[in-house]
């Protein structure tokens, strides 16, 4: 389901910063090569991660689901010079393609990229981070904020993604109800029941939940 109609879309991309040459060649690489391209944030998406991250100005970043990284590299333009970002993906075959993208951006530096389950590696992070994106398997989405949110300093940010799920959160309840959507109605109801954070649902292509811990 695509939420916006298609000349919206392209209407706001075309008042939004450009894609760099890099990001559009990883995008492209992407559709190309690596199965579910629809996964990757892509432009819009992309410059509303970056902006956010320039705003945060965070020192160390997690990210859960790198997938070909495309959401990494928008994050990472926010990092303070000593700043780093831990992303985490499960998936092995995409590491050349990451770490292509990765040197040819500079930021390989400021990059910890780890191949493996994300519920086993982030108990032993002893980070502190300013800024969480979540973005991996939706069953897990709510272990992955407990797991994270005592690891977030008060006033920073966890943003997860795909809440809206293509519109089914809302779907009739008449319909049956796939793991996924439940997961995603529960993720959804627990953070705004939660007296810890703000948060804001924003419906930005398959829709951003941000929250702020107080
Ligand atoms: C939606 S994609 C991430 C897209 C990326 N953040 C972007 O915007 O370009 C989700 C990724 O999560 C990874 N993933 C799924 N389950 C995982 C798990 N349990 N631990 C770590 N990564 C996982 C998948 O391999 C996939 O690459």
């Not at 050349?96 to 590696?121: E, N």
């Not at 809206?164 to 995603?184: H, N, R």
Request: aromatic residues 6%; contains cysteine.
């Amino acid at each position: 389901m695509e939420f916006l109609p298609e000349e919206i879309e392209a209407y706001a991309e075309a008042h939004t910063d450009a894609e760099s040459e890099l990001l559009r060649a990883l995008s492209r690489e992407t559709h190309a090569k690596v199965l579910m391209p629809r996964m990757l944030s892509g432009h819009l998406q992309g410059r509303v991660l970056a902006m956010i991250s320039r705003l945060v100005k965070p020192s160390r970043i997690l990210e859960i689901g790198t997938y070909t990284g495309y959401s990494a590299l928008c994050l990472c333009e926010g990092l303070t010079p000593a700043g780093k970002l831990i992303t985490l993906d499960k998936n092995e075959e995409l590491e050349g393609l990451v770490r292509k993208y990765l040197a040819r951006s500079g930021y390989s530096p400021q990059v910890d990229y780890r191949i493996g389950r994300a519920a086993d590696i982030i108990p032993a992070l002893e980070e502190t981070f300013d800024l969480v994106f979540i973005d991996a398997d939706k069953v897990n989405y709510a272990t992955y904020y407990h797991l994270v949110l005592d690891k977030v300093r008060p006033g920073g940010l966890i943003i997860a993604d795909n809440v809206l799920w293509s519109g089914k959160v809302v779907q009739p309840t008449t319909k049956k109800i796939d793991k996924e959507t439940q997961a995603l109605l529960d993720f959804n109801r627990m953070v705004q029941q939660d007296q810890r954070v703000r948060n804001m649902l924003l419906p930005i292509r398959d829709g951003l939940m941000i929250v702020e811990k107080l």
